[in-house]
């Protein structure tokens, strides 16, 4: 079970940290903020398909066909954590690393997004002094895990309860011949 758990999370935590790495050097900064939003929980969804395989390869190569909510909820939140731990480990070195600019670039993006929606100076002030709170928060490495974190797990628990609920089959007890 581990090295089916570590294999499909691995592959679960690959598929947002690729489309992460590839969106924020590829994208040009013309594409919205909410549009690069929807894409990386796309992202997220998809990779966290493997929730499904993993369950189902384990319900039919190891539990004889069957399996409960409970096993495969646990397999699918494994899944996830395997697949949120490497996505963080990715951000965590790439955030830095290789756009040590994110917040000034996202700061732009926004403000050029709000005065587009019509946003009062006012408000794009109050947001930017809220972006700049945020940029400080981000240098602390407990705040940035988590914070990364809160972006994935979520996505990981839904698909893993869905998963569940799918794919479960209870064996059914032997009838009781009187």
């Known amino acids: 079970m581990k090295k089916l758990i570590l294999t499909y999370g691995i592959i679960g935590g690959l598929i947002?940290?690729?489309?992460?790495?590839?969106?924020?050097?590829?994208?040009?900064?013309s594409v919205s903020l909410d549009t690069r939003l929807w894409l990386g929980y796309a992202s997220m969804i998809v990779?966290?398909?493997t929730i499904?395989?993993?369950?189902?390869?384990?319900?039919?190569?190891?539990?004889?066909?069957?399996?409960?909510?409970?096993?495969?909820?646990?397999?699918?939140?494994?899944?996830?954590?395997?697949?949120?731990?490497?996505?963080?480990?990715?951000?965590?070195?790439s955030y830095p690393v290789f756009f040590p600019n994110y917040f000034e670039r996202y700061m732009a993006m926004l403000k050029l997004q709000m005065q587009a929606e019509g946003k009062?100076?006012?408000a794009i002030s109050q947001e930017m002094a809220?972006?700049?709170?945020?940029?400080?928060m981000y240098k602390?490495?407990?705040?940035?895990?988590?914070?990364?974190?809160?972006e994935i797990v979520p996505v990981?628990?839904?698909i893993s309860l869905i998963?569940?609920?799918i794919l479960k089959n209870n064996p059914k007890p032997a009838p009781i011949n009187a």
């Open 120 to 122: 009062s100076a006012a």
């Open 52 to 93: 499904f395989v993993a369950v189902k390869k384990y319900r039919d190569n190891f539990g004889g066909g069957l399996i409960t909510f409970g096993k495969a909820l646990r397999i699918g939140l494994l899944v996830t954590l395997v697949a949120s731990t490497l996505y963080v480990i990715v951000w965590l070195i």
């Open 163 to 165: 998963a569940a609920l």
């Open 130 to 136: 809220t972006t700049v709170k945020y940029r400080e």
């Open 156 to 158: 990981g628990i839904v």
């Open 16 to 29: 947002p940290a690729v489309w992460f790495l590839i969106s924020e050097g590829m994208l040009p900064d």
């Open 47 to 49: 990779a966290f398909a």
């Open 140 to 150: 602390n490495p407990v705040f940035n895990i988590l914070l990364t974190y809160s």
